[in-house]
């Protein structure tokens, strides 16, 4: 059998390849609502991930205990499919190096990403990076883990290329409360729900410039949570304004009822994702070279948007054709 060589190979040679990451990041700061997460994950698979927070969601005077819990739950046998993360404290709380320190310590080896809240500059989030490095590396981790980002003060939208840049860092995460909260009333509150949120030229502004520097750095931009748990409806209108609008590929999710509908408005078009699997079959077939696939040109340029929807759209759980599931995923 001829090899075939794998656009993942091919179509990145040189560069950092763009992360693949599940369209929705749930968030849980209690044991039984991790757990409940993870048994829906194990039942929708990982079209999700879930962040355990021990930022929001520890007690205070219980942080210790409540990173040692995680750490736990990061090991423990109901994660199958490794896609847990952890959001720490921030800069400025006396706990954020411990915090490291357990969950590196206990779980470093099973953790899907560190997440950064409330950085001021980038100069907070790289201290923070190196800090993890070093735990990284006193536990003796085959690996570095990737780095997400919340985007929620002044300091940190000012300098939010300068964060995206930074090495490790994979995801950019708007965070609506806190950066509404910040302009001490000069936002209406009306702008931490929709439409506002989107409306709102502040507001607008901040999403714009965080997808902006997410995208053109490499990083996966994420938006910030829906208020609204019940009605289906407003929460896949708010996750697809988000996605068409705003550029954003995930979104945060705070509530079981909000991970479909947001899965759902994150997904590629069907019609595209076909095409996407038709034309990399016949450019792989012609060892990547230039083809014509239904009567237009495609060369290693198109390839890569096709090949990153291939990717985003089984990411997301869409039926994707089995030869093509097989030739590119082994699956």
Known sequence: MRYRAHPSDVLFAGEKPFPILPAVDHYAGAEKLMLKALSLQRELGPVFDLTCDCEDGARAGAEAEHAQMVAELVTGPENIHGRVGARIHDITHPHWQRDLEILIGAAGERLAFITLPKVRSAVDALAQIAELRRQETAAGLSRALPVHVL??????????????????????????????????????????????????????????????????????????????????????????????????????????????????????????????GEILAAAQDADWGPIQQRGRLHDRASYRYYWELLQRARQTGMPIDPAHLARFFGA
């Open 151 to 276: 985007i929620e003060t002044h300091g940190a939208l000012r300098e939010a290329w300068q964060i995206a840049s930074l090495a490790g860092v994979e995801s950019l995460d708007f965070g609506l409360m806190d950066f509404v909260s910040g302009h001490h009333g000069a936002i209406p509150a009306s702008a931490m729900k929709s439409p506002g949120q989107f409306d709102h030229p502040l507001v607008a502004r901040a999403k714009l410039e965080i997808a902006a520097a997410a995208l053109g750095c490499g990083v996966v931009p994420s938006h910030n949570v829906t208020t609204e748990l019940k009605d289906l409806e407003v929460i896949r209108s708010d996750a697809g304004r988000a996605r068409r609008e705003f550029g954003y590929l995930r979104m945060w999710s705070i509530h079981p009822n909000q991970i479909l509908p947001i899965v759902e408005a994150m997904r590629p078009d069907f019609s595209e994702v076909e095409e996407a």
